[in-house]
């Protein structure tokens, strides 16, 4: 365990095993302090894992690196259903490749330039800003932009 890493990447419930130095960015691996799940069908916890999928997701920059955390979404299988499923994080969407906290960052950055140079800043790729921004606009605005008629831009209030 790394204890200091640990405080710095600041995630509730989440330890760091293990961080390897690529120059240019920082792969940390970290896990889940617990030992239980709660299965989303039945809600009966479950201790019995089924399986181990290995993921990677970017991150907040530490020391002006690029951070990239790879973590096990372990797999349990629950016993009252039968059923397996994937634990959940609190920190990270089901089959998103980065961190809540970082597509908010980059969502924010999307106010004062273009999905290109976002895009370059961070070293993703603009469709991956693009999903960023679709992703938190379901989860955290709850707003359908499908349901727009009219888009209104004051070409006055730019100049300004």
Known sequence: MQPLLTELLNLDGIE????W?????????????????????????????????WHTAHDLRIFDKDVLLKYNRRQFKCKKCGKPFSETFHFIGERRQ???????LVVKQLVHSDTHNVARNNNITDDLVQSMLEYLSKKKWKFDPSKIKRLGIDEIALKK
Not at 98 to 104: L, N, P, Q, S
Request: with cysteine; proline share 2%.
């Open 16 to 19: 760091v095993e293990n961080y």
């Open 21 to 53: 130095n690529f120059g240019d960015h920082i792969v940390l691996e970290v896990e889940a302090k617990t030992i239980c799940a709660i299965c989303p069908r039945c809600g009966e916890e479950s201790r019995n894992i089924h399986q181990n999928h």
């Open 98 to 104: 980065y961190t809540d906290r970082f597509a908010e």
